[in-house]
């Protein structure tokens, strides 16, 4: 797979999930050299000394130290479309031979078109019928070789690069930050479980068994005498919205002290996140950088940021980040500013 | 909690799970003390050896490193009851008074009486239907209580103790001489998710976030402007048989090379570990031991280990722990043999 981003991961972090993935001496360099001096730059340090400071007030122990992020518009691109959203399109088109009354039906006959605005309004109903549709007849292994051969030839139509080019360096940096300081970070996301686990790994450090997604179920059977899981056309969990407290209840069993999103699906993980009993931090990526990124928001179908969702994060102190004015860079080939 | 027990274990375990657990000098050392000198004890070095030798035909790379343990039979005691189903036994009897027909209503019945062979009958569906009539209704945080003080006053009735002082002292060292050699360690068990996950990091090393066990929906609310979790009486997911391979694979994400398991239920997640690439090590305990523990096999109901599963491994070359004859002590407060 040519990721010249993931190359940029430390292999430390590959080996050391669980514990310091860097060395002690790099802590004291700038940790997020990516991002602007900024009040939430600066709030994440603060997050970040204050409950790692034994002894102090707000210390918490490293086996607490749980972090969630959302994936799609905030650790990497999701416009014009969620990346698995464009994936189970290519996948609709891939096996439409095989089903000649989709041309007709809805939403097979939107996914055929291209027509995304119609397609989005069939909403998580819609989504989970072309999923099951698409995913299921098949085995893991089978499945996994679709989804690493579609992300090594396919490309974002607007930076024609690999989708997982497009991940954001100063989000990654933060993700090593938190890892060096003991932190266990998680991914929280509506995306399928598996699309996501082939990639995280290499692009952000974060081993499968921290991929929290939407699922089907799959059933094991014996084949030719090999063990086999078959994907099942059912649902087996939808990790979005609410989802998302419940998902992370369900995978990872332990509060989270540290949660960052972009979007109303991740308001719910945000809420939760916050009810903790210590100190933490919630934080939000509103995507406001139509030059170097995509600029929206309260309008946007793909990643909507309402303006309600804006005045609770103020209303509650949660830290929402402007792309434009508080990253540096937003991609690692990408040329920052003298 | 009083978990004597639980203190033999490493802090260095708590907080680096993906990790070095012990320090490298440990190594030099005995990592299996409490194991006696047997074939089973030099396949497991043998393999752990084989796998971390760099350079070597066998090696596997950390991240590759997965480790699956069954949890009843093979790391604590299972007899004379699952400990999650006295656990459940116990929530019937607690709330029965708001129930007067389970009085004449089965499985209920039967759970009243005390008479845990009938209720056995009743089979996967009759726990479901005891356990969604119970752990239903309450938040999480409620529910985590219960089980919490259960198991600070429960104690098994043979050896008088609290369950958690009822963990295998041998197991223990192998799940921490598999972390010194950088392996992730999961319990993937048909116990309920919850009652394990409040044990499970104190007793093993194995946080909340790597065991995989049998568990119910739950649903978020807003209550009094708080964010909850109330748990339904709806089954998500059911880790038991083919349901440990389907679990590995949802929850884990990756191929396991080692597996240990004790009865017929961990038959597939064997099967599946057996279909690894490389080198891959299965493993079953069996319970040969009445004076120091139990001794049983295919007649039991609880942890049934038929003579076909007995065949199976010794076909595929699975190790076979004789309780009696491999293990020095079976409990860390057993006086060993002079």
Redesign the interface.
Known sequence: MRVDLCRTILFAA??????AALPARAQSADPLPSWNESPVKQSIIDFVTRVTAEGGPDYV???DRIATFDNDGTLWVEQPLYTSFIFILDRVKAVSNQHPDWKTKEPFKSALDGNTKKLLTYGEKGAVELITATHAGMT?VEFNDIISNWLKTARQPRFKRPYTELTYKPMIELLDYLRAN?F?T?IVSGGG??FM?AYT?QCYGI?????VGS?G????R?WDA??T?VKLPDL??FDDG??K??GI??????QPIFAFGNSIGDK?ML??T??CSGLCFMGLVHHTDAVREYAYGPNSDVGTFPDSLLEQANAQGWSVVNMKNDWKVIFSWEKPNP
């Open positions: 590959l080996i050391g999930f669980g514990g122990a490293p086996q893991t003991d266990k998680f479980v598996e686990r790994e081993p499968p068994w921290h991929v699922s179920k799959t059933q094991f014996m090999s063990p899981l087996l969990f609410p989802g407290a419940e209840n369900h995978y990872i069993g332990r719910e809420e939760w916050a009810n």
